[in-house]
């Protein structure tokens, strides 16, 4: 008998027959002695469709309100699987994020989890009951509904499972694992059997859209084992846990590449220090991720500062950056979003050099354009020009042999 | 400048065209210098979506999961009307029920407020804001979201209006006021200036259809004005207040029908001390609302027992009165929801005999059978048939001169 945390996602949940599934798996769970929490996303397009009727109302749409409206979404949802659950025979109750003790803090629309009171959830779980947890969501210390943003229902589940020290996080989602490189653009991709906290994080952060970061950076901190499957299939998935040894000669695990991606440049900037600094303090006080950095070599004591954000922090970003070109006297600034970004990553990057020479090498053989290049211990990330995205992943797959088991 | 607790109903916010009016209604009370707090309902037909898509899990509906289903569209609407306010340049605040401090009890669909913390609301107004309450909904003293039961916008409009000591609380709806009788049905109806809260109580329960009944008693018991309103056009309503002297001349006020009515009939019940106890113990356990009761004349030492209850109830009901007729050793029973409550109301009638008789010889004139009487100080209703209901009306609102002011 074990403590099993489970996540179903949007697609998951997109209609009542696919409700009924999902309560028939964890119908399964139940009866096989297991305690089960369920934390679920919003119906398919529910978000979406509210997002749409927001913006009828005009073009300032607070975050606090969103919150409140958008939350709306996984508490439907939480209620239908919870109501399916009991049809079929099964006790059930479900919990808003404020019922399930998800305290966070007041950033609404991006609010990170504080910490969690699972009283709750234990008394019911102590019932022998199923709890269905509503995702994505939780509670200031206003007292005001906030929500985690895109993915955070991952993040929700996973800090479940972290702070009832469950015995695994199951994320049921459309995809049945985490694959070398997206299958779409690559036909060779393998389903990887088990891969690395750290791998995962890259590739997450990196937009392979299978994990929100936010629910890998817990897991890690926590020591959680997350298990990423199918939900329509009945088929093991892949295990993002504690890198084994066995993991560790893999050189690079996979490809990822990502559209969400605008670039900006900083012309002429002074070359005096604490200058870095004002623009990204300005930029972080939006709270907009700066991903990529860049400063060129510096020129009669001026320089070139290049960035990148994510797509929809743009219009965020756009008058922050205006601001700060007047205040420290750039010369201008230009941005585009006709830009992507390639990254391989393999926790056994960081023993094996070479590593990215062969990724630019395999850029170069494709005459593919690098405008900007990023590392880490293991990750090597380039961006490149938008419509070369899926060449690119391509060519990298095939240099690092990932076809091959 | 005063304090003004205002209600808008499923129709008021029906779309968002409809909420930009609703807001627009606001933002000039608020620049006139009052302070605002507007109770709104769920969007149009947004509670029956939900019921349809929850009967879609199956037959078996749990209250407690169907409130926290049912309670989004109030918390949807809420954040609508906050930011659509926001949007014309007002600042606004949505609060859930539980945000707001509505506790009620824990009858999941039914429950009844239990108190107000109007911590939060006046806080909000303090900052100089207009604060936009879901409607509909409380919480628990085990912290589940509750819902009071169809038309409990109106209960928590003057709860809080109770609570906050406001001047006045303006339901919008989408009629214009108080009818001498339902103008679809007589079109010689007039609108009243002025009704007592008793008179509005027995309209209100007798399903005239403006106001909740159970709001009109939070009024008179706390002594808050109603004024009913339309929220399409801008002109003066019907305000519910203690009664004049003027209004106390007048005999009857109005004519209600009501087809909300199943009449149950128990046969041959044992006429022993305590058997209607356990009829009505039982049915008021699954929190049936019996209407009227009547005890047809002994025979043999046995007797019928017939009465009303709403058409909601019916399906619960069926098997507490079959459990009971086999308990008392009744013969049998049957019902029929073929029927309907033809009632006239004036605070008058209490000092002028003979109002009763008037009523039964204008159903006389018509041909119009009674199945039931029941009457009280300030009401005579009669059970006919459903299909009579219309006629009755009218003879009625002709027989007592209501179109004449």
Known sequence: MALLVTKFGGTSVGTLERIKNVAMRLKDMKNQGHDVVAVVSAMGDTTDELIDLARLTGDNLSPREMDMLLATGEQQSAALVALTLQNLGCDAISLTGWQAGIKSD???SKARISGIDTTRIKEELAKGRIVVVAGFQGISPEGD????????????????????QADRCLIFTDVDGVYTADPRIVPQARKLD??????????????????????????????????VLSSFENKPGTLVTEVSNMEKQRIVSGVAGDKNCVRFALFDVPDV????????????????????IIQSAMRDNRNDIAFTIEQDDLKKAIPVVEKVVQEISASGYSYTDEVAKVSIVGAGMQTNPGVAAAMFEALAEENINIHMIS??????????????????????????ELDKA
Not at 150 to 159: K, L, N
Not at 376 to 400: G, N, Q
Request: glycine share 6%.
């Open 106 to 108: 007041d950033k609404h």
């Open 273 to 292: 220090p604490g200058i870095a600094m004002k623009i990204f303090k300005a930029l972080a006080r939006e709270n907009i991720n700066v991903d990529m």
């Open 375 to 400: 590392t880490s211990e293991i990750k090597v990330s380039c961006v490149i020009d938008e419509k070369e995205l899926e060449k690119a992943v391509r060519a990298l797959h095939k240099k690092f």
């Open 145 to 164: 509904i906030t929500t985690l943003g895109r993915g955070g229902s991952d993040t929700t589940a996973v800090a479940i499972a972290a702070a009832l």
């Open 194 to 227: 088990q891969i690395s906290y750290e791998e995962m994080l890259e590739m997450a952060s990196l937009g392979a859209g299978v994990l929100q970061s936010r629910s890998v950076e817990f897991a890690m901190l926590y020591g959680v084992d997350i298990e």
